[in-house]
């Protein structure tokens, strides 16, 4: 034998950038443990997480259905609900912006049973990711006034990445979060020199008010190609005795759907771009332990368009910390909140006031966060007389600090649309357009080929230019 005595029962190794030995998940330098796991699904999930997790690396749901189908006893009361996806997993969690559980039902048997399903894939992704911190194959940690950021990257395999980005007191309300999930095309888009840019961040398509399509794309940098991707993402609230927290499940449409996905013709890849497949991308937002602030966790799968040894560890490191202390001030500057702030003031379908509703805010959280977007639903009456431009009427029914200031910054976005719309920009009038009904106005005005000077005011109420096929063509 070509080993000593003493080791002939060591493990050997194949060559030396590839050891045999297990590296833990995703070759992460070492497995997450049973506790780090538990730990992950609890973050997500609260207390309606009762289940065993196994050292084995199954998920908590697939561990107690195998056990089911060995005739095995569940290690808890709750874990036969969750093989079935009962209780144990849905009990605590509402649709976003839908009155009822999962558990009991508010939407259609088939949209029930996909949002059912994408919580199981979140709990499979969630325990599959791998080592944080240090024992990560790539960890680029960054801070910006008093936010702590951290990216861990682990590889599965050459082009598929597991992702967890983690951020701490981020100065945000829990609903200002949810606002920037729900209005992606309010997200200033800045263009820095030397750093990859992403070029559009869009809600696309709407299966449930809780389950929408979003397109991102990235213009390609240096050696690396442009990428864009396409997400169905579904938003739930988390109402169990572990607190109040919005979570969500995100994850490209099946390879055997990318032309159509449940009736939805899928938006085609754009040119030179590679289509990004995301497999998986799990979120947790919950309130931080400094009072106004919220934590940020974010587990991710997805595949990427070079092999993951064309990615250098110290490239990540470098740029990681210069894009997020560029991105957070974008994110929370006050006075880039004012768009969201209008949209969620106006509330066409009454969205908003129902999630507002299950997070339990009221004008007492608001109170406590200068500037939050956590206020009560505004007045049926004054937020009717902002979707109609009556100025007069909404200064008189404004009785709050809160509904003056929506005032003032809806006269704002107003005026600045008209002045888009006068000088014929029409990409900036559509990102000041809050509402389907400004939208489709500014974009009939300008198929219509109007004259910017039209006698009757844009925002006049009986101005309503017609769309495309009712204008005559052109001689």
């Known amino acids: 034998t070509l080993l000593p005595p003493d080791l002939g029962d060591a493990p050997t190794r194949s060559p030396r950038c590839y050891p045999r ?26 207390a309606t997480i009762d289940c065993e997790v196994r050292p084995s690396g199954l ?143 869009a809600l696309v398509h709407e299966f449930t008010p809780n389950n929408v399509v979003y397109h991102v794309s990235i213009e390609p940098w240096g050696p690396f190609p442009g990428c864009d991707s396409v997400c169905c993402a579904v938003g739930f609230v988390r109402t169990d005795e572990s607190g109040k927290a919005c979570v969500g499940f995100a994850r490209s449409p099946p390879e055997d759907e990318q032309e159509v996905h449940r009736g939805w013709s899928v938006l085609p890849k754009q040119k030179r771009r590679t289509r990004m497949q995301v497999d998986g991308c799990a979120w947790v937002v919950a309130p931080s332990a400094e009072e106004g602030k919220v934590d940020v966790t974010i587990f991710m799968k997805t595949r990427i368009p070079i092999p993951h040894w064309l990615v250098p560890p110290a490239l990540v490191r470098w740029v990681t910390p210069k894009v997020f202390r560029r991105i957070l001030p974008l994110l929370t500057a006050d006075k880039n909140k004012e768009p969201f702030r209008a949209r969620v003031a106006a509330d066409d379908r009454g969205w908003y006031t129902a999630v507002k509703k299950q997070l339990g805010l009221d004008v007492a959280d608001e109170d406590t966060a200068a500037g939050s977007l956590a206020a ?91 769309t495309p096929r009712d204008v005559p063509a052109a001689a």
């Open 376 to 466: 009560s639903p505004p007045d049926e009456g004054f937020a009717a007389a902002i979707r109609s431009y009556d100025w007069d009427a909404a200064e008189r029914l404004a009785t709050t600090a809160q509904q003056k200031a929506d005032l003032s910054d809806s006269r704002k976005r107003v005026k600045a649309l008209e002045a888009a719309v006068a000088a014929g920009r029409q990409q900036d009038a559509l990102a000041l357009a809050i509402s389907p009904a400004e939208e489709r106005k500014v974009r009939n005005y300008f198929k219509s080929k109007l004259a910017a000077s039209s006698p009757r005011g844009f925002f006049d109420p009986a101005a309503d230019y017609p």
């Open 21 to 46: 030995t297990y590296m833990g998940a995703c070759g992460s330098k070492r497995a997450p443990n049973v506790e780090e796991r538990s730990e992950r699904l609890h973050e997500f999930f609260g």
């Open 59 to 201: 998920g908590s749901a697939e561990a107690v259905a195998q056990d089911a189908e060995h005739g095995k006893a569940a290690p808890s009361a709750a874990a036969p609900a969750a093989a079935e996806g009962g209780p144990c997993v849905f009990e605590g969690m509402q649709p976003a912006g839908i009155n009822a559980r999962l558990s009991q039902g508010a939407l259609s048997p088939e949209d029930l049973e996909i949002q059912r399903t994408e919580l199981k894939e979140a709990a499979k992704l969630i325990d599959s990711m791998g080592a944080r911190g240090e024992e990560a194959a790539i960890l680029a940690p960054a801070e910006k006034d008093g936010c702590k950021y951290e990216l861990a990257i682990n590889w599965e395999s050459s082009h598929v990445a597991l992702v967890t980005q983690k951020m701490q007191a981020v100065p945000l309300s829990m609903l200002e979060c949810v606002a920037l999930v729900r209005e992606p095309d309010l997200i200033p888009l800045p263009k820095w020199p030397g750093l990859p840019r992403i070029e559009r961040i």
